[in-house]
């Protein structure tokens, strides 16, 4: 936790979540560019005539303000920079998966700038109407990378002998890319699937679907015993 106190102004960020504290108040869940995941708290924003009500929209590009020490910080100011169009549909249920993400897995006050404009750039693509999941397996590559967990795939694990395109695969956890052997064929990937995934490109049916079987095992381990909401919305709709 940092303490020490502390004035941030024209910080560039997205709200995460907001939840109540008090009858008039809000603290914010926050992704600053330079700062990291904040707490902020916002003195009077559940007023019905707080001008915040307005400003503090989720998925929309915000220039905020804030003082104080401690885990949770003040709320000085906030503006809306605009630029994007709302979310709806697919694409918002797709924007909470994103959030949620960012919630259970990026530390508190720990600078990702490079997540962040992954981020904004995952936001604007569903913002345009995108639902294609390759928006969401490279905002994930990203993600892994910049906790730590930066992702191998052209290469098998502890040699330099390069992935084919014709091979199958499997990907150990803390290890990485090993030839597949007496593993059932739903838990393995082929070669091309992980060149393609190297360079961002999910243009191959096969591509799109493999690389979101292989990620979704990725991110429950690092989850751990975590369960993200948002993907268990999305089934429970596409089953209706």
């Known amino acids: 936790m940092n303490s020490k106190r502390q004035r941030v102004d024209g910080a560039a960020a997205f709200l995460l979540h907001a939840h109540p504290y008090s009858e008039t108040s809000l603290v914010l869940d926050l992704f600053a560019r330079d700062q990291g995941r904040m707490a902020v708290l916002a003195r009077g924003a559940r007023r019905p005539r707080s001008v915040l009500r307005a400003v503090l929209l989720a998925f929309q590009p915000l220039e905020l303000g804030w003082f104080g020490g401690g885990e949770v910080k003040t709320l000085a100011r906030a503006e809306w920079v605009g630029g994007l169009p709302l979310l709806h549909g697919k694409s918002l249920l797709l924007g909470y998966y994103l959030n949620e993400l960012l919630l259970k897995l990026l530390p508190r006050e720990d600078p990702h700038p490079t997540l962040f404009d992954a981020y904004e750039a995952a936001l604007t693509a569903l913002a345009r109407g995108a639902t294609e999941t390759a928006e969401l397996r490279r905002f994930e590559k990203v993600l892994l990378r910049e906790l730590g967990y930066g992702l191998a795939l052209d290469t098998l694990a502890g040699s330099n002998e390069s992935v084919r395109p014709d091979g199958r695969y499997e990907y150990q956890f803390e290890r990485g890319v090993v030839e597949a052997a007496g593993v059932s064929p739903r838990l393995t990937f082929s070669g091309k699937t992980l060149l393609d ?12 679907a493999e690389s979101k079987l292989l990620m979704r095992q ?10 993200l909401q948002s993907r268990r919305v999305f089934v429970e709709l596409q089953e209706l």
């Open 197 to 208: 995934m190297t360079a961002d490109d999910y243009g191959d049916p096969r591509t799109l």
């Open 218 to 227: 990725l991110l429950s381990y690092y989850l751990g015993n975590q369960t």
